[in-house]
């Protein structure tokens, strides 16, 4: 039933919902917009609003909505540099006590905001979703150990696994 279902972002662009870049935007084009899920269960990032003050914002709703700190599911992309929410190599700050952090990506300087990777490694359940070539080498990297945040932000009391299609899975042992 839709009315039991929470949904939260793992990280947003710092731009409006209707501009391209929205993550929120395009699930709510795609999907959001189209099921009944209560308006109140979604807890959008709100990118067009002051990176700091929404940062505190959404930690707070996490904190008043998630008693124990964990997510029941977190689903999460893979990018083709290891990052994942907005969680990017050599900028992730695998200790720290916040929940929600104000990222810049490394090669536009685009600022956003994303879940933490201690928050998002107290999911019980992640995914990682990874899909297309262009996936392939950076899934041959995790396999083989590389020190990336898609690799190494794993379940700490739950599951994790990662799904791809055969083009992104060709270079997997």
């Not at 391209?20 to 269960?41: C, F, I, K, M, Q």
């Not at 996490?62 to 990052?83: K, M, N, Q, V, Y």
């Amino acid at each position: 039933a839709w009315h039991n279902l929470h949904l939260w972002w793992g990280d947003e662009r710092c731009v409006p919902p209707a501009d391209s870049e929205s993550n929120y935007g395009e699930a709510a084009r795609t999907l959001l917009d189209h099921v009944p899920v209560p308006p109140e269960n979604i807890h959008r990032m709100r990118g067009e609003d002051d990176p700091a003050a929404e940062r505190a914002r959404y930690a707070a709703d996490l904190a008043a909505h998630l008693p124990d700190g964990r997510l029941d599911w977190t689903i999460l992309g893979i990018g083709e540099d290891g990052h994942t929410a907005s969680l990017f190599p050599g900028a992730t700050d695998y200790a720290t006590i916040a929940s929600v952090a104000v990222a810049e990506h490394p090669t536009s300087g685009q600022t956003r905001l994303t879940l933490t990777a201690p928050l998002i490694a107290r999911s019980k359940h992640i995914s990682y979703l990874a899909v297309g070539a262009g996936k392939a080498d950076i899934l041959r990297a995790i396999a083989d150990g590389g020190d990336y945040p898609a690799a190494r932000i794993h379940a700490e009391h739950g599951n994790t696994e990662y799904h791809t299609d055969r083009a992104a899975a060709a270079r997997l042992p």
